[in-house]
C-alpha cells in the first residue's frame, strides 16, 4: 500500500482482466497491446512525475482522511490550494506528456462525490457518504486511477432517459437487491477505462421525478464481470500498432464505450440512487471540476505546440519572421488565457457544507468556453508555423529505404546546423498534435458541449445587480 | 488627515489652483464645470464607496506605513490579498460608476515606485526610496488621488527621446539646480488629471545612455506653476455642458494632455534622475499594474453593459429571443475572461526585494490583449442587444416640446409595463456606454498599445522550457 | 428636367416645406443648417460625382423607360451590369464621402417596387405597377432622391401589428377614402429623409392575415403635411452645429425618426394595400437589396479607414511597424470580403417576371453578416494604427488660443517634414470615423438586425442537396 | 482521342510506370493500390462528372485551339465566363467527393503558362509560347491531368536558392544539352501526382539574377526516368489499405514528395529557362489561379460539412437544437464567403496581353486568408454539431463481431426511425471530413502560406488613392 511507483502502477493494471474489444478482436493483454500501453504510460506519467524530486511538494499531499501523504489526483479538495493545486500539476503533466494523462476524471468524480453524497444524506438521512468515504481511503490507500463514467450514449437527444423507445440509452438500474443493484447501459469516450482501477459512474444530465432509476451513482473495478470496453478508433490509431510513424514517442490516449451489460454493483459501492434531484448537482459539480482540469491540461498542451512550432522555425529558418512571431504569441496567449480563467476559478473557490472546495463555476466555465473555441485556434497556428510537411511527411521507413532514404534526407533538411533526423521528428511530433482525434475532439467536447458552458455561465452569474446597475446610472427608479 | 469623504475630496479639489485650458477657453472653477464634474464625481465615487459599509471591508485597510486605515488606492500591494483587493475593487467601482474611475492610475504610480526606487537605491545607494517613502505617507495622509504621468507626445515614433528634432518631445530635464530639477515636455491622455491632487511622473519607454535626461521620475501637485492641462474633446463632450441627453447621469471622464512648462520639482520629490537602465523597470511594472487595473475595471463596465442590454431586451420585449441571449453570454463570458486573468495574475503575484508585491505579468498582459480586442466587441454585442435607437434617439428636448412631446412618447414605447420614460433612459446610457470615445479608446490604448502587451507575454514566458518538453515527445536529444 | 446638377439638387430640398424638429426645435431652413447641410451634402455628392467626367460612364446610363441618361440612384436594374454598378458607385461615393450618402434607400425602394407591385398585380389584378411606373417615372425625370421608410417602432417586439396594445406601432391605413388613404404611424432611423425630395414606404415585416391594414407601400413627399421629421442626436451632432472640429470636413450623416401623424396618400401612389402575403416580399427584397448597397458602400468607407490609418502611420513614424501593417492587411481583408460578397451576389443575380433583376440573396447576405460584425473590428483597427489621440485631441480653438496655441502645435508634432496642422486634422477625421454614432450603428443595425441577416442565409440555401452529397458520401442509400 | 470516359482515364494511368514507394515500399500497381486509388477516383470523377447530361455544358467546352469539345480542365480561360466557371465546377466537383480532386492544379499551371511563356517570349523572343501551345494541344486532344510541381523544398527558408548550402534546395538545371536540359531537386506536397499524366513545374518564388538556373518551367510525363514520387502519410492512411473504417467511401487524397533525380527535358518541353524576372510572375499568376481554384472547391466541401452536420443533427435528434442551427449558419457564411470573394475574383477578370483572362488578384486573395482561417472553424462547428463519436467511434469490425456487435448496434442507436448503420456512416464520414491530415492541412497551406497571400493584397491594393481619399475629408492639401 501507499504511493505506487510507474512500475507498480503499470503491473497493477496488469492484474486486472477486463473484457476489452479492439477493432472486432479481443484483447486480453492490455499493458502489452502498443496502442493501449501509450495511453497507460500517459497515466503512468501521473505516477512517475510525482516520484521526481522537482514535483514532490506540488503532487504530493497529507491525506486528512488517511494521514498519510497521497497523489493529489486521489484527494478531493479540502482547500484553495488543493484547488489551485489541481491547475498546476494538471499544466506540468500535460507539458510533459503532450496529450491528456487519463487521470483527470476519476479525481473530479471523487471531489464531486465528497460534496454531493454529503448533501444527499444530509436531506434523506442516507449513508451515500459514508460509502464514499470508505471508497475513496481505498483509492488513496492503495494510489489508484479512476475513471469517470458519465456520458451516457442517449438515442434520441430530444427525449428524456424514461422517454426513450429503448429504456437502455441512459444507464439505469434495472434490478434492486437485497446486496445490491443491477444496472444497464452504455457510457461513450470512456477516455482510459483500461488504465484505471475503478469506474465511477455519475448522472449525465439532470434528471425528473419520472427517471427514478436513471440517477444513480456507484464505482466498481474496470475488470467487473458484465463490463465492456470496447476501445474506438482514432485517426491515428495504427501508427502505435504498426510501431512506426508514432510521432509522440512515449503517450497517447485512447477512448472506449463502455458497455454495462447487466452489471451488479453492492450497496457499499452505490453513492446515489433515486435521489433524482441531486442528479443535476452531480453533473453540474462533475463538469465544473473537469472544465477547471482541463484548463490546467490544455494549457500544459498549447505549451508542447508552442515548443513544437518555435523548434521548427528554428529548424526552418524561420525563426526571424515577424508573422509567425505573431502567430507563436497568439498561442502563447491561448495557453495563458486558459490557465488564467482556471487559475482563478481554483482561488475564488468556496467551501462546501461537506469540508470539500467547490470552485468558481463561472470562471471555470470561462475557461473551458476558449478551450472549445481555441484550442482548434492553436493548432492552425502551429501548423501554420511548422509548414505543410504536418500532412504529408514520408514515412520513417522511406527514410530507411536503401534506394530513396539518402534522397529522402538530402531533401528534407533544413537548416543546415541540425540534423534532418530532428527535424523529421519534430514534424512527425507536430502531425500528432495537431491531427490526432482523440485529443483533439475532446478540446471541443470534453465536459460537455460547448453550449453546456455557455449555458452554465448565464445561469450562474447575478443577471438582477448588472441590469440594477445600469438603471441607475440611467436614472431609473425602478 | 486621514480618510476623505466625497464631499471633503471635492472641496480638497476646489481648493487647487490649476492651469486649465478646455475648448479654447482658460476654466479657473474646475469643480463646477459640469464637464470636469462628471469626471470628479466618478473619482469621488472612490471615496463614497469606501464609506458604504457593504464595501468597507475591501476598500479600506490598514496602512503598514502609517498604522492608520487607508482607502486601498493609497497602497502598494505589500501581500497577495492586496493585490487580489486591487482588481475587485476597480470592477466594484466600475460597475457603479459605469465609466473609468480616474484613480487607479495614481495607485500604479505609488506600487511600481514602492518597488523601482528600491532598487536603484540599491544599486546606486540613492536616496529616492526614502524620497518616495514620504511622499507615500502624505499620500496615505490626506487620502489623495494620484495621476500618472506615463505618455510622452513622442514625435516621430521611429526616434528615440534624444534623437528627435525637437528635444523636448519626451519629458527631460533641462536644469539640475541645488534645491530640485526643471524639467520640459508633455504627457498625453491624463485621464482625471484635474481631479487629482498629484501629478506622479515615470518615463514612457526604456532609454538608452544617451538619454540620461530623459530618465526621470517625480510627484509634483496638480496645480504647480508652469503645468498646464488641455482637456481634450471627446464624442459626447458637449452634452454634459449643455446638460441634456447625457446618458450616464452622475459619471463620465475627460483626457488632459499636460504640458509641463519649464516646471520645478524640488529634490525631495524626484524618485528617479538620470538612472537610465532602471526606466525601462519602471514602466514594464507600471503597465502590468495598470494592465491589471484595467482588468478589473472593464470587467465591471461590461457588467454594466450587460444590464443595459438585458434590461433593453426587457422594455423592447425580446427578453427571450435566444440569439440575444447567446449575445449576451459572449459578453459575459468576455467579462469573466478579463476578471478571470487579472485575478490569476494577482494571486500568483511574488513579493519583490522592497516588499512589495507584484503581479504575474503574462497573466496580466493576456488580460489586456483580451481587453484591447473584446471590449470592441462587447460594445457592439450591446448594440445588438439594444436596437437602433443607441444611434438617432432624439433629444429629451423633443420629449419636452409640447409639439411633438406626446407623439414621441407614444410611438418610443415599447412592452407595454415599462414607462416610455424608462426606455429613453435606457437607450440614452446605451448610447453613452458604446460612443463615449475617452473611455473606449482607453480599451486599445490604456496601459500602452496592444502591440506592447504582445511583446510583453513573449518577453515574459520560458520560451526554452517549451522547446525541451517539445523535443523529448519528438525523441530528439539536443 | 433632366439629371440635376448639385446645386440643383440643394436648391429643390430648399424649395421643400417639411416639418422638421432637431433637439427641441422646430427647423425651417433645412439647408442652411449646418448639421442637416452635412448630410445633403452627401446626398449632393451623388449629383456632383454623377458630373464628373470619369465617373459619368459609371453614375448616367440611359433609362429604358423614359429613354433619357438617368443617375443610376433612379434606375431598377434591368441586367447584371446595372446590379454590378450599384455596388461600385456605392463604394465609389463612400470613399469620397467617408460616410453614409443616404441615396442608395430610394433606390432599394425601387428596384423592390419594380418586382413586387408586378407581381401583385399578377395575382389580383390591381394597378400598382402602372401607379408605380408612374412615380418611377417622375423619380427619373426630376433626378429625385426618395427615402425608405421600412422601419416601423414596433412597441412590443414581441407581438405582432395588430397585438399591439397602441395599434399605432406599426404604421397603417386609418381610412380608406375615395381619393385615397389616410396612414398613421411612425418610421424609424429615416437616414436622410430631409435630404428626399419623396418617403417610399414598405412594410417592415411579413404580415399576418390579421395585419391587413398594415400591409401598405406608397409614397410622398417629404413635405407632406402631418409629416413629421424628428431628427435624432447622434454622438459628434454639436460639432457641425458649433461648426469646430469637424473632423470629415465635408460630409456627415443624421437620423430622422419620421412620424406619420394622420397623412392622406393619394391612390395614384399607394403601391399595395392589404395584400398580407406580400408584406414579406416586399421586406425580403428590399433588405436583400439594401445589403448589397450595405457591402459596396461600406468597403468604401473601410477604404476611408485605410487611408486615414496609413497617412498616420505616416506622420507618426510608424509606416514601417510591421505589426500595424498587419492590422492595415486586416482592415484591406474586411473591405474586400464585404466587396467581394456584393458583387459576386450582383453577376449571380436573376431577372425577374416583371423584367427587373434580383441580386443572389445569399451572397448578399454573406456580405452583410461580415458587415455586422467586421465594420466594428475595421474600427478597432485604424484606433490602434493611429494612436490614442483619437479619444482626447485637444480643440482647434485650443490651437487658435494665444496662451496655449503654439505649445499644442510644438507638442502634436509628428514626424519633422509633416506640418502639424495635417497630423491634427487627419486625427479629427479619424475620431469622425471611428466614433460617429449614426453611420457607426447602422453598419450592425442597417438592413434588418444581424440575426435577420443569418436567418435568411439558412432559409434561402438548398439544404437537401447538401444532406443528401454526404449521404452519399457515406454511402447511405435514403 | 478526345474527351475521356472515367474508366479511359483510369486505364491511361494504368498505363503508366512511374517510380512510386509509399511507406518504404516500392509501389508497382498504382491504380489498383486502395490509398492511391481512392485518389485517383477522385480525379477520375472529373471525367465522370463531366459526361453527366446536367453537367455537361459547364464541364464541356469549346476550345478555341483545337476547334474540339475539351474538359475545363485543360482550357485556360479565355472570358469571363471560362474565369466563372473554373469556380462552379470546382465547387461541384468537391461536393460530389467530399475532398481535393486534384486536378485543379494542372490548370491553374496551364493558365499561368498562357499568359507568362508570351510575356516572356515578347520580351526577349523566345519560343516558350510556341512550345507551351504545343503542350497544350497535346493536353486538350488526349483530355489529360496536370500536376503542379511548384513547392520546392527550400532548405533553409532564410537562405535564397543559389545562397543554400546544397544547391539542390531547390529545383535546377545542371546541364544544358543541345537536345534539352538535365534538372535537379525536389518538389513537396505534389497532390495527385500519381494520378497525373504531366508533371507541369514552375518555380516556387521570385528569383534573383544570381538564382538564373532555378528560374525554369516544364512539362514532363510523371513516369519519366528519374521522377521519384513518395507518398507521404496521412491521417488516416491506413484505413484506406486495411479497407476498413474509410468514412469517405470513395474518394481519398494523397500527396507525394517528387524527387527530380536529374531528369531530362527536352527542348520542346521548356517554358522557361534563366529568365529570372519572370519566376515572381509565374509564382503569382499560379498562386493566384490556385487560391481561385480553392475558394471554389472548399465552399463545396463545406457544404459536404454542412450536409454531414445537418444529417447528424436529424439522427441525434438535435435538429430543432437553436445553437446547433447557429453554428450551420456560421458554416454556411463561411462556404459563401469564400464563394462569392472567389467569384467576384472571376467575374472582375481581365484580359491579358496573351488573349488569356486572369482574376482579380486581391478578390481571389482575399478568399484564401479566409480559407486558412475558416476551414479549421467549420470543421470545429461541423464537429460540435455531429458530437463526441467523431473522436472515436468503434470500429466497422467491432459493429460485426459476433459477441458485441449487437450490443453496440444497440447503443449507438440515434433516432428510433434512422437505422443504426447510417448513423454509424455518417460519424465515420464525419471523421474522415475533419481529421484527415491531407486535405485539412492544404486549407491553410495550400496556395502558399497564409502570410504570402496577406503579403499580396497589401501589394496589390491602390494605396496612394485611399490616403489621397482621407485626405481630401480631412482638410489637407498634400
Known amino acids: 500500500m501507499g504511493l505506487k511507483t510507474k512500475e507498480q502502477y503499470i503491473e497493477s493494471i496488469r ?24 495511453g497507460i504510460e500517459a497515466t503512468a506519467s501521473t505516477y512517475e512525475m510525482a516520484q521526481m524530486k522537482e514535483n514532490k511538494d506540488l503532487f504530493i499531499t497529507l491525506s486528512p482522511l488517511i494521514n498519510e501523504p497521497v497523489n493529489r489526483f486521489t484527494l478531493p479538495p479540502s482547500g484553495i490550494e488543493d484547488l489551485v493545486a489541481r491547475v498546476k500539476v494538471n499544466r506540468k503533466i ?28 444530509k436531506k434523506y438521512g442516507t449513508h451515500y457518504n459514508k460509502n464514499f468515504i470508505e471508497f475513496l481511503k481505498h483509492m488513496q490507500k492503495n494510489d489508484l486511477t479512476g475513471n469517470a463514467g458519465v456520458t451516457d450514449v442517449k438515442g434520441d437527444r430530444s427525449l428524456g432517459p424514461s422517454e426513450q423507445v429503448d429504456k437502455d440509452m441512459y444507464l439505469h438500474m434495472i434490478e434492486r437487491r437485497d446486496d445490491g443493484i443491477v444496472v444497464r447501459g452504455a457510457k461513450a469516450h ?57 510521432g ?81 504569441i497568439d498561442m502563447i496567449h491561448r495557453a495563458e488565457t486558459l490557465y488564467g480563467c482556471c487559475l482563478a476559478a481554483s482561488y475564488e473557490g468556496k467551501k462546501e457544507p461537506s469540508g470539500t472546495y467547490f470552485i468558481d463555476t463561472v470562471l471555470a466555465n470561462a475557461s473551458k468556453i476558449h478551450e472549445g473555441k481555441e484550442l482548434a485556434e492553436a493548432i ?8 505543410g510537411f504536418v500532412a504529408d511527411l514520408p514515412s520513417d521507413r522511406d527514410f530507411q529505404n536503401p534506394e530513396i532514404g539518402e534522397l529522402l534526407k538530402k531533401y528534407l533538411k533544413g537548416v543546415e546546423t541540425i540534423p534532418v533526423e530532428n527535424r523529421i ?6 502531425e500528432k ?16 458541449s460547448p453550449e453546456a458552458h455557455r449555458v452554465t455561465i448565464f445561469r450562474e452569474i447575478d443577471v438582477e445587480s448588472k441590469k440594477s446597475a445600469a438603471r441607475r446610472l440611467a436614472g431609473i427608479k425602478k
Open 380 to 387: 492552425r497556428l502551429m501548423i501554420d508555423a511548422c509548414g
Open 248 to 328: 509522440n514517442i512515449y503517450y497517447s490516449k485512447y477512448c472506449p464505450t463502455l458497455i454495462f451489460d447487466d452489471v451488479f454493483v453492492p450497496w457499499e459501492r452505490v453513492f446515489m440512487c433515486g435521489e433524482t434531484e441531486f442528479a443535476s448537482e452531480m453533473v453540474v459539480r462533475f463538469s465544473s471540476f473537469h472544465r477547471q482540469s482541463h484548463g490546467g491540461c490544455k494549457s500544459g498542451k498549447i505549451d508542447c505546440m508552442i515548443g513544437a512550432a518555435l523548434t521548427m522555425m528554428d529548424y526552418n529558418g524561420t525563426a526571424k519572421a515577424s508573422h509567425l512571431k505573431q502567430k507563436v
Open 425 to 430: 521528428k519534430m514534424y512527425r511530433l507536430a
Open 190 to 246: 470512456q477516455t482510459g477505462s483500461l488504465s484505471s482501477h475503478e469506474i465511477i459512474v455519475l448522472p449525465t444530465r439532470a434528471m425528473s421525478k419520472s427517471d427514478k432509476d436513471y440517477a444513480i451513482s456507484f464505482a466498481i473495478p474496470s475488470d467487473t464481470k458484465g463490463l465492456i470496453h470496447v476501445v474506438g478508433r482514432s485517426s491515428l490509431d495504427m501508427r502505435e500498432l504498426d510501431g512506426c510513424d508514432i
Open 433 to 448: 498534435l495537431a491531427m490526432e482525434s482523440a485529443d483533439t475532439i475532446s478540446d471541443i467536447h470534453g465536459g460537455g
Open 94 to 121: 500535460a507539458n510533459y506528456v503532450g496529450t491528456c494523462h487519463q487521470r483527470c476524471t476519476g479525481l473530479d468524480c471523487l471531489s464531486t462525490l465528497a460534496i454531493v453524497t454529503y448533501d444527499i444524506d
Open 15 to 38: 492484474a486486472l482482466k477486463p473484457t476489452a474489444y479492439m477493432f472486432g478482436e479481443r484483447v486480453t493483454n492490455i499493458v502489452d497491446n502498443p496502442r493501449l500501453r501509450a
